[in-house]
């Protein structure tokens, strides 16, 4: 199976002079748990901020959700894949890096996103809320 089957392509976007809070809200309004942040011309890379560093870098340290800009919490040194990977081998990477989403991109455009919910429905693990 491939990263192709799997990811989602449904991807969110905030500019880096985001503030923190505006960013959770975005998450939030679209129920959304990582977004990807603006890449810096067209040489530039993508970044991601996600709920775990919002929680972390943010609310856990006591700063101010409406001062800190996305730019200061965000992952901007991403590992990507492309939507040819292999599915496996995608997630013991995931697993090596200690994350649960990575870009995927193709000929430098950005596709889509997998993350390891993406890899356990499509392996067909899934979890029921009672």
Request: with cysteine; charged share 25%.
């Amino acid at each position: 199976m491939k990263v192709k089957d799997a990811m989602s392509t449904r991807v969110m976007y905030v500019k880096k002079d985001a503030t923190a809070g505006q960013a959770m809200r975005l998450m939030a309004e679209n129920n959304m748990r990582r977004l990807m942040v603006d890449k810096d011309g067209p040489d530039g890379t993508y970044g991601a901020v996600t709920v775990r560093d919002m929680i972390q870098k943010v609310i856990s340290a006591g700063r101010d959700p409406g001062s800190v800009k996305v730019a200061d919490v965000m992952n901007s040194s991403l590992f990507a894949v492309k939507s040819t990977d292999d599915l496996l081998a995608v997630a013991k990477i995931m697993d090596e890096k200690n994350v649960a989403g990575l870009p995927v991109i193709d000929d430098g455009k950005l596709v889509g996103v997998i993350t390891m919910w993406d890899i356990l429905i499509a392996k067909g693990v899934h979890c029921k809320v009672s």
